[in-house]
């Protein structure tokens, strides 16, 4: 036998004598080198040498049996937040200009006789100015990773991607209310804008006596009617039984319930039980009253996933023919393979409005008093 | 030239820029010239939510004093927005303790607020 295989064996059965392994497996594994080494001196052997699977192994191999498969992943909580934002397409990056006439003419006024009309004037429009910007993520995968993936981790790359633009969109447009400047605003602008109550039947109420008492640039009485309210995701229960019951839900009484409006359901609003906060807006399509705006670039109505060309020239198999370089080869110098996921949108940023296209479409609430 | 002086002129400079481009700064009303402004905690925040100021163990009414201030109030009206309510008297009691509760706490901004994005 030659040395380096009788060394080989050698190794093996200590290895097989400190697993406590029984002579008699010992003693065959011997058998079988000598018969390796016999082969390799090109001496026929009766016995074909051939992976063999002992009744012990199998003990182990069962043991070793790994089955994967992919689970259906997470359902995603979705905002539908499309009826609150006026939708607005521009041209291209650059700053547009929007402007909006928010109040009529002046009334009419009595005129004595040979008397004289007085001159009446004209209010300024509202201007609002705003641009769009790009909202962007790159993922790169090796290319290794994309071919050991038996599982089809990535296969529902695009989906995902997809999923996380319209995420990022829905945050940007949960963040045009929820954000510091917007609230301060809307503190500042007094109770019919802002208030602290908890969301109840009776609040909702006050939310629509509120959006009652709106006026024009003119102190001239507006539609600007509640349409929407916006909660967050904790004060689910306590909507749907303001809805849903016929009687005013919280009292736990029979009183009949007037109150009636579209809930959406915002799952990127902030808080803490129990103080939840509510937001309230108008439909502007019916009453003109714009709350917010979300711009767009034209030609870009939703978000693209890229992938980057591959930087390799031709690929020449040594063993045939060449042909184009398959995109999974991704980049010569390292085989990564580039995506990404591209949106672009915008919309009014000022320092004392905050997001507010008009503030006289918003009501909210912290949500702190019982 | 001191640095105060400095930073006035090129305000200055700014201003006329901005004119000369035609670029207009947002004309903000001052919340309070506004006629729909109605100071939190105020009479007519009192007014609005329906509330009346009361003395403290009115018979005639139900009333509700307030833990934080003292101050009593009683509802402008406790017969017909309540008259189809199997208790009307518990329902009033409640709608009043809310709407007080809602006129004095101040209004904040929450602390869970993100600031506002900026490019």
Same mark, same amino acid.
């Given at each position: 036998? @030659?040395?380096?295989?009788?060394?080989?064996?050698?190794?093996?059965?200590?290895?097989?004598?400190?697993?406590?392994?029984?002579?008699?497996?010992?003693?065959?594994?011997?058998?079988?080198?000598?018969?390796?080494?016999?082969?390799?001196?090109?001496?026929?052997?009766?016995?074909?040498?051939?992976?063999?699977?002992?009744?012990?192994?199998? /003990?182990?191999?069962?043991?070793?049996?790994?089955?994967?498969?992919?689970?259906?992943?997470?359902?995603?909580?979705?905002?539908?937040?499309?009826?609150?934002?006026?939708?607005?397409?521009?041209?291209?990056?650059?700053?547009?200009?929007?402007?909006?006439?928010?109040?009529?003419?002046?009334?009419?006024? !009595?005129?004595?006789?040979?008397?004289?009309?007085?001159?009446?004037?004209?209010?300024?429009?509202?201007?609002?100015?705003?641009?769009?910007?790009?909202?962007?993520?790159?993922?790169?995968?090796? !290319?290794?990773?994309?071919?050991?993936?038996?599982?089809? !981790?990535?296969?529902?790359?695009?989906?995902?991607?997809?999923?996380?633009? =319209?995420? *990022?969109?829905?945050?940007?447009?949960?963040?045009? !209310?929820?954000?510091?400047? /917007?609230?301060? =605003?809307?503190?500042?602008?007094?109770?019919?804008?802002?208030?602290?109550?908890?969301? *109840?039947?009776?609040?909702?109420?006050?939310? @629509?006596?509120?959006?009652?008492? @709106?006026?024009?640039?003119?102190?001239?009485?507006?539609?600007?009617?509640?349409?929407?309210?916006?909660?967050? @995701?904790?004060?689910?229960?306590?909507?749907?039984?303001?809805?849903?019951?016929?009687?005013?839900?919280?009292?736990?009484?029979?009183?009949?319930?007037?109150?009636?409006?579209?809930?959406?359901?915002?799952?990127?609003?902030?808080?803490?039980?129990?103080?939840?906060?509510?937001?309230?807006?108008?439909?502007?399509?019916?009453?003109?009253?714009?709350?917010?705006?979300?711009?767009?670039?034209?030609?870009?109505?939703?978000?693209?996933?890229?992938?980057?060309?591959?930087?390799?020239?031709?690929?020449?198999?040594?063993?045939?023919?060449?042909?184009?370089?398959?995109?999974?080869?991704?980049?010569?110098?390292?085989?990564?393979?580039?995506?990404?996921?591209?949106?672009?949108?915008?919309?009014?940023?000022?320092? /004392?409005?905050?997001?507010?296209?008009?503030?006289?479409?918003?009501?909210?609430?912290?949500? /702190?008093?019982? | 030239?001191?640095?105060?002086?400095?930073?006035?002129?090129?305000?200055?400079?700014?201003?006329?820029?901005?004119?000369?481009?035609?670029?207009?700064?947002?004309?903000?009303?001052?919340?309070?010239?506004?006629?729909?402004?109605?100071?939190?905690?105020?009479?007519?925040?009192?007014?609005?939510?329906?509330?009346?100021?009361?003395?403290?163990?009115?018979?005639?009414?139900?009333?509700?004093?307030?833990?934080?201030?003292?101050?009593?109030?009683?509802?402008?009206?406790?017969?017909?927005?309540?008259?189809?309510?199997?208790?009307?008297?518990?329902?009033?009691?409640?709608?009043?303790?809310?709407?007080?509760?809602?006129?004095?706490?101040?209004?904040?901004?929450?602390?869970?607020?993100?600031?506002?994005?900026?490019?």
């Amino acid at each position: 036998m @030659r040395r380096i295989v009788y060394a080989m064996m050698k190794i093996r059965q200590d290895q097989l004598a400190d697993a406590k392994v029984p002579q008699n497996r010992i003693e065959e594994c011997g058998a079988m080198f000598a018969e390796l080494d016999k082969s390799l001196s090109g001496i026929a052997s009766a016995n074909t040498f051939k992976e063999v699977m002992t009744s012990a192994d199998f /003990t182990y191999a069962l043991e070793e049996f790994v089955q994967r498969q992919m689970m259906p992943g997470y359902t995603r909580m979705q905002f539908a937040f499309e009826p609150l934002v006026k939708m607005d397409v521009v041209p291209n990056f650059q700053q547009v200009d929007r402007y909006q006439q928010r109040a009529g003419l002046e009334d009419l006024e !009595y005129v004595g006789e040979k008397a004289q009309a007085r001159p009446g004037s004209v209010v300024d429009a509202t201007p609002r100015r705003y641009s769009v910007y790009r909202w962007e993520k790159q993922f790169d995968f090796s !290319y290794e990773a994309l071919v050991n993936d038996d599982l089809q !981790y990535f296969q529902n790359l695009a989906t995902l991607m997809g999923e996380a633009a =319209r995420r *990022t969109l829905e945050r940007f447009v949960s963040r045009m !209310y929820t954000n510091a400047v /917007t609230i301060a =605003r809307l503190t500042v602008l007094g109770a019919l804008y802002w208030t602290t109550g908890r969301l *109840t039947t009776n609040r909702v109420s006050t939310a @629509r006596m509120a959006f009652g008492q @709106r006026v024009d640039d003119r102190n001239s009485p507006m539609e600007a009617d509640l349409k929407y309210i916006v909660y967050h @995701r904790g004060l689910q229960d306590t909507v749907s039984q303001i809805l849903n019951s016929t009687q005013v839900a919280e009292l736990a009484t029979n009183a009949v319930n007037v109150v009636s409006f579209t809930p959406i359901k915002d799952p990127h609003m902030a808080g803490t039980a129990p103080n939840l906060p509510w937001f309230a807006f108008t439909d502007y399509n019916a009453s003109g009253v714009i709350p917010f705006v979300l711009a767009r670039l034209q030609g870009r109505p939703g978000p693209l996933i890229l992938r980057k060309k591959s930087d390799t020239e031709s690929a020449t198999s040594l063993l045939g023919g060449g042909g184009a370089v398959d995109p999974i080869l991704g980049d010569f110098a390292s085989g990564n393979i580039v995506l990404k996921v591209s949106d672009v949108w915008g919309t009014y940023i000022d320092g /004392t409005e905050g997001n507010m296209f008009d503030s006289r479409g918003c009501y909210g609430s912290s949500g /702190t008093a019982p | 030239m001191t640095t105060a002086q400095e930073v006035k002129d090129l305000k200055e400079e700014l201003r006329a820029l901005k004119a000369a481009l035609g670029i207009r700064e947002t004309e903000v009303v001052s919340a309070e010239d506004r006629a729909d402004f109605i100071a939190p905690g105020s009479e007519q925040h009192v007014a609005f939510l329906g509330l009346v100021p009361a003395e403290s163990g009115n018979g005639d009414h139900i009333t509700y004093t307030s833990p934080r201030t003292g101050t009593t109030y009683r509802l402008e009206d406790e017969i017909m927005a309540f008259m189809n309510f199997h208790d009307p008297e518990k329902a009033a009691q409640l709608t009043l303790q809310q709407k007080v509760n809602e006129l004095e706490i101040p209004p904040t901004v929450p602390e869970s607020a993100p600031p506002i994005w900026r490019p």
